[in-house]
C-alpha cells in the first residue's frame, strides 16, 4: 500500500514537472522561431535582424566582428542581434573591403553589390622622358606634354590602339605654364561647337546669346570659357585659369543658371555632375538642384574620378588613388589603389576593368595600366 502511494506521487510529481517544462519550452520554441534571442548585453530578449550581403565578383569570404562565417557572397546572414559589427569581404587576388554596419530588430541590412577591385602593381605601357603636363578624362586616350631639348611636345595616345600622334612642337620659352594647362586641356576635352549659342563679353559678365534671336539666355561670371558639353537642354561651361564651373539650362522657365562654383575637375555620371574643388567632392544632380558633399580630403586632390554605374570615386592625389565606396556616407571605405613617386592624371576605361596613369614609379617616368576588376 506504501509502495502504490508513493509510486503515484512519483507520477503525479513527473507529469506536473512535465507539465512545468512544457510551459517554459513552448514559449522559448515560438519565441526562438520568431527571432529572438537573449543579449547578455542588456539581459533581455531582442528580436534579431539579418544581413542581405552580395560582392562583385562572387565568392567573397564573409566575417562578422572578425568572425568567419561557412557561407560566401552572395549571403544570408539571419537571426543576427542588433548591434554595430564589423563586416569584411575577403577574396584571394582582391582587396579586402570593410567596414562598420548597424543590424536592426526585425529589419534586413542590405550590402550589396559591393565591388571588389584586384590587387595588383602598375604596369608600364611606355616610358615618357620628364612628363611635364598631363590632362585628365574617361575613355582610352590621354594627352600630354613632353619636354624634348629646348622644345615642348604635345601628344595624344589611344592606350587601347597604342596609336600615339603628336600634337604640336612649341618653343619651350613660349608656352606658359597656364597656356600649357589649356592646351592639354583641350586636346583631351575639345570644345564643344555649336552655332546656336554664342558668349558675348559685357561690363556685366559674359552673355550666353542664342544666335537666332538675339536673346540673352544667361549671364556667366566674367571668365574664358569653353562649352564643355552640351546634354539636352544643359550647356556646360568651363573656365580652366581661374577653375570655374557653370552649369547653364537654356530652356528653363526659372533662374538658367543652375551650378556656378569653383571645381578643379568634372565628370559627368550617370546620376550627375561630379565635381571636386580640390578638397570636395561634390555631386550636383541637374534634375532636382541637390548639390550632394560626398566625402572631404585633407590632401589636395588632383582628381575625382567615378567608377561606372556603382557608389564608388576615385580620388587622385599626386601620389596616389585610392577608391572611395560612400554607398553609406556615414561609413565610407577607402581602398588604396595606387601608390607611386608622381601621378600626373588617371583615368579608367568605359567598362572599368583597367585604370591607367601617367606618372612615375620607381624613377621611371610614364603611361602605366592596372587593372581593377575582371
Keep these: ?3 502504490a502511494t508513493m509510486s503515484l506521487r512519483i507520477r503525479k510529481a513527473f507529469f506536473w514537472l512535465y507539465i512545468t517544462l512544457f510551459l517554459i519550452a513552448a514559449p522559448t520554441v515560438v519565441l526562438y522561431t520568431m527571432g529572438f534571442r537573449l543579449d547578455l548585453t542588456t539581459r533581455s530578449l531582442v528580436q534579431t535582424g539579418a544581413l542581405s550581403l552580395s560582392t562583385v565578383p562572387r565568392g567573397a569570404t564573409v566575417s562578422l566582428d572578425h568572425n568567419v562565417f561557412s557561407d560566401t557572397t552572395p549571403a544570408i546572414v539571419k537571426r543576427t542581434l542588433p548591434g554595430t559589427y564589423h563586416l569584411s569581404f575577403k577574396k584571394e587576388g ?8 548597424e543590424v536592426r530588430s526585425r529589419q534586413t541590412t542590405y550590402v550589396e553589390d559591393v565591388v571588389l577591385f584586384l590587387a595588383t602593381e602598375p604596369k608600364l605601357l611606355r616610358s615618357i622622358d620628364l612628363v611635364a603636363s598631363a590632362a585628365t578624362g574617361n575613355g ?12 615642348i611636345e604635345l601628344w595624344t595616345e589611344n592606350v587601347e590602339t597604342g596609336e600615339v600622334v603628336l600634337r604640336d612642337r612649341l618653343s619651350a620659352a613660349s608656352v606658359s605654364p597656364d597656356q600649357l594647362i589649356t592646351m592639354i586641356h583641350e586636346l583631351a576635352h575639345p570644345p564643344s561647337t555649336t552655332e546656336l549659342y554664342a558668349l558675348k563679353e559685357t561690363e556685366d559678365g559674359i552673355q550666353l546669346i542664342e544666335t537666332i534671336d538675339k536673346a540673352t539666355i544667361a549671364v556667366l561670371p566674367s571668365g574664358t570659357y569653353t562649352i564643355e558639353e552640351q546634354r539636352g537642354n544643359l550647356l556646360l561651361f568651363f573656365d580652366q585659369r581661374a577653375a570655374r564651373l557653370v552649369l547653364v539650362d537654356i530652356r528653363t522657365e526659372g533662374p538658367p543658371i543652375l551650378l556656378n562654383v569653383r571645381a578643379e575637375s568634372f565628370h559627368w555620371e550617370s546620376t550627375g555632375l561630379l565635381y571636386s574643388d580640390g578638397f570636395e567632392v561634390h555631386r550636383f544632380d541637374p534634375a532636382t538642384g541637390n548639390d550632394t558633399l560626398l566625402t ?3 590632401v589636395y586632390l588632383q582628381d575625382a574620378v567615378p567608377f561606372p554605374a556603382t ?25 588604396p589603389i595606387i601608390s607611386a613617386e608622381a601621378i600626373d592624371t588617371f583615368w579608367i576605361d568605359t567598362r572599368g576593368r583597367t585604370g591607367f596613369f601617367v606618372g612615375s614609379v620607381q624613377g621611371t617616368e610614364g603611361i602605366y595600366s592596372i587593372g581593377l576588376t575582371r
Design 311 to 335: 557608389a564608388t570615386v576615385f580620388l587622385v592625389t599626386e601620389t596616389a588613388v585610392t577608391a572611395v565606396d560612400y554607398s553609406d556616407p556615414a561609413r565610407p571605405v577607402l581602398v
Design 296 to 298: 572631404r580630403s585633407g
Design 140 to 151: 582610352p586616350s590621354v594627352a600630354y606634354a613632353t619636354i624634348v631639348g629646348s622644345w
Design 1 to 3: 500500500m506504501l509502495t
Design 94 to 101: 582582391y582587396q579586402t573591403w570593410e567596414r562598420d554596419i
